[in-house]
């Protein structure tokens, strides 16, 4: 565009320098005698959120020094409103409270039942009842089967049933018991080993 453009002369200038829009002017100080603008915000307080008092900065100042949003509250009812603060004064549940538990289905998530985990899949998974694995029954061999054979037990018997059939059996075939019967002593010493050997592997 030419300096020398007629456009030019439709261009209005404020030859004074100075913003012709009219100003608002600040309400006046909401505090008690005070005739001063209100150029300054004050919160009203705890239930009276986004409402705002208008002070000049004098009271603006000494209405914030003495602004306390918990008053008329008691401590625990302050406690108890940071604690919900934490989550935005939302509702929360404790952890595991599934839909399960509530409905009554028991302690576990599973609502009660057990279940079998051999290769604990869910070890890192709380609230879970895991099934305790059965004992393995123990292998019995034929020099063991033998023993339990000679001494008249079954290869299930208890250490304390193994001591008292051997209590038993010597006894009954001690030469003593038969007025000295040395025919007795073979039959003796079979029994002996026997309990010896079951006594070895670890079954007494």
Known sequence: MKLDSPLFDKIRVNKKGKDRRPKREAPGCEWAGCKKAGTHRAPKGRGQ?????????????????????FAGLSDDAVLAFQKDAVTGNRPTWKMGMNASRRAGGGDT?????TFSD???VAENFGGFERAQPKPEARVVHN????????????TDATPVQIKAKFKELVKRHHPDAHG????????????????NYLKGAGFC
């Open 180 to 195: 000295g019967d040395r025919t007795y002593e073979e039959r003796l010493k079979i029994v002996i080993q026997a309990y």
């Open 49 to 69: 959120e986004n409402q705002y008092w208008r002070y000049c900065l004098e009271h603006v100042r000494e209405y914030n020094n003495n602004y306390n949003y």
């Open 109 to 113: 998530p599973t609502g009660g039942y």
């Open 118 to 120: 051999p290769l604990n």
């Open 143 to 154: 020099a063991e089967r033998k023993a339990f054979d000679t001494l008249g037990l079954d």
